[in-house]
């Protein structure tokens, strides 16, 4: 089982950015793909962004492509999400899992396997 752990949340304003960090202990995160997934009071969990085991693929959700980047750091067995030009729409908290996925929609196939306790982001004047 894989223990991870997210931080660098915050509280923004709108144009800011952030970069949240999902680091691991139990097992080496190179042989995972990991989702970053978020929720939002009162709204349902989404998936945002995924980086896979194999090549390094990432995927993200439409909303924040452009924005966001994924990436991880083998040394330091943890991966990053750059979060730039953060918005309102952006405020949930930030959970991320090793995860399954679905070749033919890896994004929105995700199924998560070992979850972080989340990071809170919020982006308000």
């Known amino acids: 089982q894989v223990q991870l752990v997210e931080s660098g949340g915050g509280l923004v304003q709108p144009g800011g950015s952030l970069r949240l960090s999902c680091a691991a202990s139990g097992s080496t995160l190179d042989s995972h793909s990991i989702g970053w997934f978020r929720q939002a009071p009162g709204r349902g969990r989404e998936g945002v962004s995924l980086i896979t085991s194999m090549n390094d693929r990432t995927y993200f959700l439409g909303s924040v492509k452009g924005r966001f980047t994924i990436s991880r750091d083998n040394a330091v067995n943890t991966v990053y999400l750059q979060m730039n030009n953060l918005q309102p729409e952006d405020t949930a908290v930030y959970y991320c899992?090793?995860?399954?996925?679905?070749?033919?929609?890896?994004?929105?196939?995700?199924?998560?396997?070992?979850w972080g306790s989340g990071a809170q982001v919020t982006v308000a004047l």
């Open positions: 899992a090793t995860v399954h996925y679905g070749e033919y929609a890896p994004l929105t196939t995700m199924v998560p396997r070992d």
